[in-house]
């Protein structure tokens, strides 16, 4: 499995042959057809107190704003405006390759993010150079794994239904709203939905990340292109948008997981023995340090609440938090996935329930990296009973605990600050223009005229 996919590196797309995409590639919305709900039924949750304590307090992160509302917590119940407004609901995710053709393309997508790379500021002008390159030397590998589990990434089409499941359960709320898809890195792009949403004349939007935890290479990543697009744009700079940062704590997600977890468990001749092990994707541990990533402080946080709510079930099962995905010479969180997973099997460990724990749809890291080479690490370092709960997908409890989550954001939602950017003029100093260029040239000669650099690089990317 391709370690750069898996890590989370995550910048506007590059694709060549771009009319050679099916229309159905670019759709990002689903239409507001309510016959397509009827046969779909969803039950409103009993909450209890425990769970009322639980609801959500959101991060705040002034360094990743964008000058859209943010919201804490409000009652749940109907919008009472909604039949006055047009409500958009945008979801974002992450983004696959549909084919083993769109690896390399996708991949540079991933590394041209200057929220993934982080390079100094003197050389972020050779952020496409390096992603080019990077894409080329890990694109046969990464093929190898997306032809594993058939040649391409489910995450669109799962998106796709859980845009469908959430329609439906606003509509069971009588919010009518339309719901768009924004990709990261892949088809349907930002842009394309954003276009969509000033078609279809919007009047509201929720804006909601795919992604549980905050981190900057993820829910960060995507709303710093957002900020950048409302910022250029008349129409959307006025629309009253609210963005869910992070929701990991709502007791929707909580029991829905501690859900899949307690029917793994059950499925053991002696549940009680085993171990839950989750996996969550990692970051580097600079973003953590450095950029102020509150991510790791919220996943452990997410691990103490489902094991609080097994606890309450009278599931009492020792558990352990550990880190997938790494890449490259940098330090990531740690304990590692697959250290992790020999230490307990030499500790003799005999059954282990994995759950991924910051994934909400089935892709790859899930399919190939946990259902694959985890697994066989794990028998191979003696664990004989091995189960993996399975992503929450369009679990039905929490579908309708997302669109009461869009319901409590539709108040808070305010316009966008029309404010300018900063200004670059430092970035068009000549005396530093020229001075990037020097170094810039100098780094590409070494690695275009020194071919045991370009093998030493490419060593160092497989670590």
Not at 313 to 321: A, E, M, P, Q, S
Request: net charge neutral.
């Amino acid at each position: 499995m391709d370690a750069a996919v898996k890590s989370g590196f995550i910048s506007k797309v590059w694709v060549d042959d771009a009319n050679t995409r099916s229309a159905s590639r670019r759709l990002s919305v689903f239409s507001s057809q309510k016959s397509s709900c009827m046969s779909v039924s969803f039950g409103r949750p009993h909450v209890d107190q425990q769970s009322q304590e639980m609801k959500v307090s959101y991060i705040k992160s002034a360094a990743h704003s964008v000058g859209m509302s943010t919201y804490a917590e409000t009652a749940i119940g109907s919008y009472p405006h909604a039949a006055e407004e047009k409500i958009g609901v945008l979801l974002l995710n992450l983004g696959g390759p549909e084919s083993l053709v769109d690896v390399q393309p996708f991949l540079f997508n991933l590394f041209a993010d200057p929220d993934i790379i982080r390079l100094p500021r003197l050389f972020q002008f050779l952020q496409k150079p390096l992603a080019q390159l990077i894409s080329v030397l890990r694109a046969a590998k990464s093929r190898e794994g997306y032809a594993a589990i058939g040649g391409g990434s489910p995450l669109r089409r799962i998106t796709y239904e859980q845009a469908h499941a959430l329609k439906c359960a606003l509509e069971a709320k009588e919010i009518s709203a339309i719901v768009y898809v924004a990709m990261r890195y892949w088809y349907p792009f930002t842009d394309e939905a954003l276009q969509q949403i000033k078609r279809d004349k919007i009047t509201r939007l929720v804006v909601l990340p795919l992604y549980p935890q905050f981190s900057i290479s993820t829910t960060g990543s995507s709303v710093r292109v957002l900020q950048n697009a409302f910022r250029e744009d008349a129409y959307l700079s006025q629309l009253p948008v609210s963005i869910i940062q992070s929701w990991y704590r709502r007791p929707g997600y909580i029991k829905s997981m501690a859900d899949l977890i307690q029917k793994e468990l059950e499925s053991f001749s002696k549940p009680e023995e085993a171990i839950i092990f989750f996996s969550a994707h990692g970051v580097p541990v600079s973003y953590v340090l450095e950029a102020g990533d509150p991510y790791k402080d919220q996943m452990e946080d997410c691990i103490a609440l489902i094991m609080l709510e097994l606890k309450s079930r009278g599931v009492f099962n020792d558990h352990i938090l550990a880190y997938q995905s790494r890449v490259g010479p940098v330090q990531w969180l740690k304990p590692y996935t697959d250290e992790a997973l020999v230490e307990l099997g030499q500790k003799g460990v005999k059954s282990l329930v994995a759950v991924p724990v910051s994934f909400v749809s089935e892709h790859i890291e899930t399919l190939e990296e946990i259902d694959m080479e985890y697994r066989e690490l794990a028998i191979e370092s003696g664990i004989e009973n091995w189960a993996r709960a399975p992503t929450l997908n369009c679990t039905s409890s929490f579908i309708i605990d997302l669109a009461d989550a869009v319901v409590e954001a539709l108040p808070s939602a305010t316009a966008m600050s029309t404010a300018s950017s900063k200004s670059k003029d430092a970035d068009q100093d000549p005396i530093n223009y020229f001075i990037k260029m020097l170094f810039g040239s100098i780094l590409v000669f070494a690695l275009l005229f020194f071919p045991k650099l370009i093998t030493a690089f490419k060593n160092r990317l497989l670590i």
